[in-house]
């Protein structure tokens, strides 16, 4: 079956703008996580969404960081004023239903801002 | 905060050699689960552990969960060059429901 999904893989923009990150979990997932992981780091926790709401946004770093999740299902984490230091990797997961589930991760997108 | 800590942070062996890595959280954990990474990869889900003293196999990686559940180890016996990759360990925050990755622990094989 389809795997978790990402889009874009890549993304770069300049400092200042505006980005959107756009993941697709498995379908029925009901729990689904937003992670950075910046190189030869492990992924640093952003977002927990179960269903519909955000159940701990505690690993957003400051307020230019925000994610949705309307339908329970698409999730979009943006990104306002974007500065170099969020350059990363974005990963998303998602797992069946219980926050201590198997986390099923996709590929990702790689941010660089310049 | 709770923090998971991971040593070595580097191992490099020979084929054919043993490889184990450590995993030490500050706080105790009600589970534990390892992932793998290969290089330009995404993390891969490998087990999860949540009884105390608890030891899992799965071919030639044991996987063991401390008494106190403060610690984990994952120890790899007899490595191939498939077994590169970045070796993670992760728990429950007790506070919420997000997860903490240890830095991870990069594992090279030499042929």
């Known amino acids: 079956g389809a795997g978790v999904s990402q889009t874009p893989s890549n993304k770069v923009t300049e400092k200042g703008k505006y980005v959107e990150l756009r993941c697709d979990p498995i379908s029925g997932h009901t729990a689904l996580y937003w992670y950075r992981q910046s190189l030869g780091q492990g992924p640093e926790f952003l977002i927990y969404?179960?269903?519909?709401?955000?159940?701990?946004d505690s690993g957003l770093p400051n307020d230019r960081f925000f994610a949705v999740r309307p339908e329970g299902s698409v999730s979009t984490l943006k990104i306002q004023r974007t500065e170099r230091g969020d350059s990363a990797v974005y990963l998303c997961?998602?797992?069946?239903?219980?926050?201590?589930?198997?986390?099923?991760f996709g590929p990702g997108t790689r941010l660089t801002v310049t | 905060g709770q923090q998971v800590m991971q040593i070595p942070q580097y191992q490099h062996v020979q084929e054919g050699e043993d490889f184990t890595t450590y995993c030490n959280s500050s706080t105790t954990l009600s589970n534990i689960q390892w992932y793998k990474q290969r290089p330009g990869g995404h993390p891969v889900f490998l087990i999860q552990?949540?009884?105390?003293?608890e030891v899992k196999k799965q071919k030639r990686l044991t996987f063991q969960f401390g008494e106190a559940k403060k610690n984990s180890s994952l120890h790899i016996t007899a490595t191939q060059t498939t077994d590169v990759g970045t070796y993670f360990c992760a728990g429950p925050v007790s506070w919420g429901q997000n997860f903490v990755f240890g830095p991870g622990t990069r594992l090279s094989v030499l042929p």
């Open positions: 997961a998602s797992s069946l239903g219980q926050a201590g589930d198997e986390q099923y």
């Open positions: 552990l949540v009884k105390s003293g």
């Open positions: 969404f179960q269903g519909t709401g955000a159940a701990d």
